[in-house]
């Protein structure tokens, strides 16, 4: 396989993969659990809230690691770089919906997940080999 193809896939997974993360984890907070915070939800939404939001990212990394090449992990790293940057952007501007240890484990959760979810497809069976 060409560089030119590779360099296509792994910028091809680094937006389908955000893309997907932005997509479940918005249907999560939002939809789901009708604006997921410290502040507003029961202990029983935070704790499937979490749980769900954590899955969203585990799904996407596992969406992402099957349309790259195994072995490429830079769509991951530029993912994960997004939430830390989205991170601290919301604690500099002040756009935190909840307490600061909360969203920081939210966001904590999410690039774990992403990994567990390149972990996961890197065992599954089907996935591409380089």
Do not use: Q
């Amino acid at each position: 396989m060409s560089s030119k193809t590779k360099a296509l896939l792994c910028g091809v997974a680094t937006i389908f993969g955000t893309f997907t993360l932005l997509l479940f984890t918005t249907i999560t907070r939002d939809i789901l659990f009708r604006g997921l915070s410290l502040c507003s939800s029961s202990g029983l939404e935070l704790l499937f809230g979490s749980l769900m939001m954590f899955t969203s990212a585990v799904t996407a990394g596992f969406i992402t690691s099957l349309i790259v090449i195994r072995k490429s992990y830079l769509p991951h790293i530029l993912i994960s770089l997004a939430v830390v940057a989205k991170m601290s952007v919301m604690a500099n501007c002040s756009f935190l919906t909840g307490s600061f240890l909360f969203e920081s484990g939210i966001n904590a959760s999410l690039v774990l997940g992403l990994w567990l979810g390149n972990y996961s497809a890197l065992k599954f069976p089907i996935t591409p080999v380089s």
